[in-house]
Nanobody
Framework: QVQLVESGGASVQAGGSLTLACEFSKYARTRYSMAWFRQIPGQPREGVAAIDSDGATLYEDAAKGRFNITQDKEKKTLYLKMNDLKPEDTAMYIC???????????????????????WGQGTQVTVSS
């Protein structure tokens, strides 16, 4: 069974940085899409950034210029480096994966939950002012 396990969430001051990690060790696909979402209680899940198996990336507006999504295929780990964190970045950050390459669709429609079939449990990021 595919598992996505996130880590790295913490409480930080505004302006600080964090790097989140998502292990996808049991994901055996060679073609795939992966993404980071975030969610505040009572709010819809919001796409942050996505990457495909070729390394192509896509960022939603809130992440552009501050966040960087990368992957280490040998370690089967997805990362999200977040810089210049703001209080409005406070959320549960959730890793997602899909066996299809969704990049073209995401460039047209955005990083949306409907494109992803497998989800992690999330890691909490809290940014204080």
């Amino acid at each position: 069974q595919v598992q996505l396990v996130e880590s790295g969430g913490a409480s930080v001051q505004a302006g600080g940085s964090l790097t989140l990690a998502c292990e996808f060790s049991k994901y055996a696909r060679t073609r795939y899409s992966m993404a980071w979402f975030r969610q505040i209680p009572g709010q819809p899940r919001e796409g942050v950034a996505a990457i495909d198996s070729d390394g192509a990336t896509l960022y939603e507006d809130a992440a552009k210029g501050r966040f960087n999504i990368t992957q280490d295929k040998e370690k089967k780990t997805l990362y999200l480096k977040m810089n210049d964190l703001k209080p409005e970045d406070t959320a549960m950050y959730i890793c997602a994966a899909d066996i299809k390459d969704r990049m073209s669709a995401m460039r047209a429609l955005g990083v949306i939950p409907a494109f992803f079939a497998t989800w992690g449990q999330g890691t909490q990021v809290t940014v204080s002012s």
